[in-house]
């Protein structure tokens, strides 16, 4: 009877010491992290999008840096968790409305984000805003002219042709 109890204890150990591995491999899973810009150039007073998708299982928020001239708007977050398996994975995506009225090159440098207790960085970006056809340093630019269409209006048996 007690190498029934003793193989028993055996099978419930190892099956223990597999889901406290699957536990701390979904736990201490690598964090992905994803910043991506809707557009790579825009005109100066107009804005793109940036997305900024983290996965992990302890996912702070974006440190958003300071950048002169460049206006970074939170616009929403969104969360996804996924069940397979008995693997749980949970990615969260921010969205944020960048922009500038300045024309010119501007750099983006790593952002930043706790994840899984462990600091982890998105690439540099660069985002071009150039001046549009408003702007007052495109000297002897014109808007083009609208041309009306005229359209005769002649009456014919009380119809309109």
Request: hydrophobic share 35%; net charge positive.
């Amino acid at each position: 009877m007690r190498s029934k109890d003793f193989v028993g204890s055996v099978k419930w150990l190892a099956l223990l010491c597999v889901i406290f591995v699957q536990w701390a491999l979904g736990t201490l899973s690598a964090a992905e992290l994803e910043a991506r810009l809707d557009r790579e150039s825009v005109p100066a007073g107009n804005g793109a999008t940036l997305s900024i998708k983290v996965s992990g299982r302890d996912a702070g928020q974006p440190e958003m840096p300071q950048i002169e001239n460049f206006i970074i708007q939170p616009r929403g977050k969104s969360q996804q968790i996924q069940i397979i398996n008995g693997q749980t994975t949970r990615s969260v995506s921010y969205t944020y409305a960048v922009g500038s009225e300045i024309p010119g090159d501007y750099d983006i440098p790593p952002i930043g984000v706790m994840v899984n207790g462990k600091k982890v960085f998105t690439q540099a970006s660069k985002l071009k805003f150039w001046m549009g056809p408003q702007g007052s340093h495109l000297r002897g630019w014109r808007a083009p002219k609208r041309r009306s269409r005229k359209t005769k209006l002649t009456m014919r048996s009380g119809l309109v042709s």
